[in-house]
C-alpha cells in the first residue's frame, strides 16, 4: 500500500443526512434541517434553488485565491450540510433570495472565513475552566499564589483531594515560587500545577502522598538533597535553604521547594487521576462553545489517541460537540521498534477515519524538546550554558535519523501522513531530511502522490549550518508553527537563545518567500487558545512585555489569514470544502464587530480585543455562538 492510494472515506457515498444536530435553542434551524433532509437525492445543483440565508452589505473576505472582498454570501443546507451557492456584490447574491430566504443586513461589519487552529491540545481546555486556575497570564509570584488561594475558595475540596492548574513559566517571576507558599491556601489537599512546558510543581501535602516528611529524614529520597546522576541539561530540582525541624533537630538544611523541571519531573510519583468520563463530555461542550465564542470553526488535535477519541464520539453524539475536529493519531512512538509500530498500525483502521466533523487523520511524533526549556536540538548550544549547564548544551533528540526513517515506515506505507515536533534546528534537519528521502521513494512509485507532511512548531529553519528553507520549499514540507509563543513566552524564549536566534525564530517571512506553506496553529496547552493572539503576534512579533523579536519577520494580515484559514485546510487535505469562502464549500463563518479587516493590518493592537468582538460564528451554516444583542 502506499500513501497514494485513494481514502477510503473518500469514496463513500456520504450519508443522506444532515451532519449536525439541531440547537435545540435555534427554532429556526431545524426547518433548515428538514429542508435538507427533504432535498436529499435530488442533487446539489445551487442554480434552481434560492438560498436558505444571505448575508449582506458586509465586508466578505473571502481568502480565496485573489483574496478577493465581496459584499454578500448565500448558502443553503444541502445533503451533505451548508454548501455556499454565491460570494459577490449586492445586487448578485440579493438576486437570488426566494420567499423563504432569511436576510440579514451586516451593516458593513467584517465576515471572515472560519479559523482554523492547526494546533490545540482540546480535550484539557474545558477541564482547565472547571476545575482550575490559568496560571498563563500570571506575571509575579504572587499572582500565582492568590489563583490558587482563589481556586481553593471556588472549588471547595474535601481534604485530600487534589487541586490542580497548569501554565506557570518561571521565567515570568523575579523568584519562583514555592510549595511553602502555596501551603499556606492549601494544607490538606495535594496541589499539582503544571508548567507551560514540561515542568511541574507540588506541595508538601503531595510529597506526604509520596512518604516523604520534611521533619523525618529517613523519609527523604535520593534525590531530596542533591542531583541524580541522570540529570541532564534541562533536569532540574528547584531547592531552597530552610531552617527545618528534622529529626528532632533545628537545621539550616536545602531542600526542594517543590518545583521540577524536564526529566525531573518523573520524580513526582503520586498524580491526580484523570477527570471522570462525564467531566470529560462537559469539557468538550464547554470548550467548542468557548472557541467559537472566538470565531474558531475547527481545530486540529494534535495527539491523542482512542481514549480521546471515544470522548469526542460521545460528545457528538449528544449535541456537545460545537466545531470540527480532525484529531492526529499519536501513540508513544518515539522510542517504539519499527516492528512494534507496524503491528500498532496494522490494528488501526485506515487514515482519514470519520467525516466533516469528527476525523482521525494523519500521525504525530517527536523528536526534541523545546526552547524555553532549552531542549530544542540545536547546532549551536544555548545561551548562558557556561553558568547553568557548564558545559555546551545541544539540547536532546528521541532517537537518530535511520531508526526515525524505520519508524515511520510503516506508517506511511499505510497512508498515514507524519507530523512531527521539531523546535531546533538539528530537529528540523532530521525532520526534513527524513520526510524526503521516505517522499522520494513514495513519489518515485507514484509522482502525484499528495503528500501534506508537516514540521511542527519548526522554530529555526535558518541556521547557518542547516538551512532548510529551499529544502521545504522544493519537497513541499509544511511549517506548522505556534506565532503565539512569540507574544507568551517571549521572555522565556530569549533567556535561553541569542537575540539573533530570537529574531530567526519561527521566521514566517522567510517561510513564505522560500515558497514554505505557513500552517498556523496556537499550541494551546502551552499557549493560550486565542488565534488573536497568533494574528497579532504574525503582525508586530511583539511580546507580552513588550519586547520585539525581529521585526523583518512580520507577515501582512492576508499572509496571516491566509495561515489561520484556508492554508490549515490543506494541511488537513480538507482545502477543497472549507477554509474559503467560495462557491460550493461549508458555510463556516465568522461575523466581527469591525468595520474594514484592513484596520487589523493598520492598528494591530486592537486585534487582541478582537475576542470580544466576535458577534457570530457560524458551523456549517449554523449559530455556534452568537453574541447576545446580534440579530441573526
Ligand atoms: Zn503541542
Known amino acids: 500500500m ?72 448565500a448558502w443553503r443546507q444541502g445533503p451533505n450540510g451548508s454548501e455556499i451557492m454565491r460570494v459577490g456584490d449586492e445586487e448578485e447574491v440579493l438576486a437570488l433570495a426566494g420567499p423563504d430566504t432569511r436576510v440579514t443586513d451586516l451593516e458593513g461589519r467584517v465576515v471572515l472565513p472560519g479559523l482554523i487552529d492547526s494546533h490545540l491540545h482540546f480535550s484539557q481546555l474545558g477541564i482547565e475552566a472547571e476545575f482550575e486556575n490559568d496560571l498563563r497570564y500570571a506575571m509575579s509570584t504572587g499572582e500565582i499564589v492568590q489563583l490558587v488561594a482563589d481556586l481553593m ?129 462537559r469539557a468538550i461542550d464547554y470548550g467548542s462553545r468557548e472557541m467559537t465564542r472566538l470565531g474558531v470553526t475547527a481545530i486540529v488535535d494534535p495527539g491523542g489517541g482512542g481514549q480521546v477519541m471515544r470522548a469526542y464520539q460521545e460528545a457528538r453524539d449528544r449535541g456537545m460537540l460545537h466545531f470540527r475536529i480532525l484529531q492526529v493519531y499519536e501513540g508513544m512512538f518515539n522510542t517504539q521498534s519499527p516492528e512494534e509500530i507496524d503491528a500498532h498500525f496494522a490494528s488501526l483502521p485506515f487514515n482519514n477515519l470519520g467525516d466533516r466533523f469528527l476525523r482521525w487523520r494523519g500521525t504525530k511524533w517527536q523528536i526534541d524538546g523545546g526552547a524555553g526549556t532549552r531542549s530544542s536540538w540545536v547546532s ?6 557556561e553558568t547553568i549547564e557548564g558545559e555546551p548544551n545541544y539540547g536532546y533528540h528521541w532517537v537518530e535519523d535511520d531508526l526515525r526513517e524505520a519508524q515511520l515506515r510503516p506508517t506511511v506505507d499505510r497512508g498515514w501522513e507524519p507530523h512531527i515536533h521539531s523546535t531546533g534546528d538539528l530537529g528540523m534537519k532530521q525532520t526534513v531530511d527524513v520526510f524526503a528521502k521516505l517522499m522520494d521513494s513514495i513519489r518515485a512509485e507514484d509522482p502525484d502522490a499528495d503528500l501534506r507532511w508537516s514540521v511542527i512548531h519548526a522554530y529555526l529553519p535558518m541556521e547557518a549550518e542547516t538551512n532548510m528553507l529551499d529544502k521545504m520549499a522544493e519537497y513541499g514540507i509544511i511549517a506548522a508553527v505556534n506565532p503565539s509563543f512569540i507574544y507568551h513566552q517571549g521572555r522565556s524564549f530569549s533567556a535561553n537563545l541569542s537575540p539573533g536566534r530570537m529574531a530567526r525564530l519561527k521566521p514566517l517571512r522567510s517561510y513564505l518567500d522560500a515558497g514554505v506553506r505557513i500552517a498556523v496553529g496556537s499550541d494551546y496547552g502551552t499557549s493560550p487558545y486565542s488565534p488573536w493572539i497568533g494574528l497579532f503576534a504574525m503582525l508586530t512579533r511583539t511580546d507580552l512585555w513588550g519586547g520585539e523579536h525581529g521585526a523583518e519577520q512580520t507577515i501582512t494580515l492576508e499572509e496571516a489569514l491566509r495561515g489561520m ?68
Open 565 to 632: 484559514t484556508i492554508d490549515n485546510a490543506y494541511l488537513t487535505y480538507s482545502d477543497d470544502w472549507t477554509g474559503s469562502l467560495e462557491p460550493g464549500k461549508v458555510a463556516d463563518l465568522v461575523v466581527l464587530d469591525l468595520g474594514d479587516v484592513w484596520e487589523l493590518e493598520r492598528e494591530p493592537d486592537g486585534i487582541l480585543g478582537m475576542a470580544d468582538r466576535v458577534l457570530l460564528t457560524l458551523v456549517d451554516g449554523n449559530p455556534a455562538f452568537r453574541r447576545a444583542g446580534f440579530e441573526f
Open 2 to 73: 502506499r500513501a497514494s492510494r485513494p481514502d477510503p472515506s473518500a469514496r463513500r457515498p456520504e450519508p443522506c443526512l444532515p451532519r449536525k444536530r439541531p440547537d435545540p435553542t435555534a427554532a429556526f434551524f431545524a426547518g433548515v434541517l428538514l429542508l435538507g433532509a427533504a432535498a436529499c437525492g435530488e442533487g446539489t445543483s445551487t442554480g434552481a434553488v434560492s438560498p436558505d440565508r444571505i448575508l449582506h452589505n458586509g465586508q466578505v473576505v473571502t481568502v480565496d485565491d485573489d483574496f478577493s472582498i465581496a459584499q454578500a454570501i
Open 153 to 281: 475558595e471556588r472549588l471547595d475540596p474535601e481534604p485530600g483531594e487534589w487541586v490542580t492548574s497548569r501554565g506557570w513559566d518561571e521565567h515570568k517571576y523575579e523568584r519562583p515560587f514555592t510549595r511553602w507558599q502555596i501551603d499556606e491556601h492549601t494544607p490538606d489537599n495535594p496541589v499539582r500545577l503544571g508548567r507551560v512546558y514540561r515542568g511541574v510543581a507540588v506541595n508538601t501535602a503531595a510529597f506526604r502522598l509520596m512518604g516523604i516528611d520534611d521533619s523525618d529524614s529517613s523519609t527523604w529520597p535520593d534525590w531530596w538533597l542533591q542531583d541524580l546522576d541522570w540529570f541532564n541539561y534541562e533536569d532540574k530540582v528547584f531547592r531552597e535553604m530552610r531552617t527545618l525541624t528534622v529529626d528532632g533537630q533545628t537545621r539550616e538544611v536545602e531542600v526542594p521547594t517543590g518545583m521540577f523541571l524536564g526529566n525531573a519531573v518523573r520524580l513526582v510519583t503520586v498524580n491526580p487521576s484523570q477527570r471522570d468520563y462525564e467531566a470529560r463530555i
Open 380 to 385: 549551536q548550544p544555548f545561551v548562558n550554558w
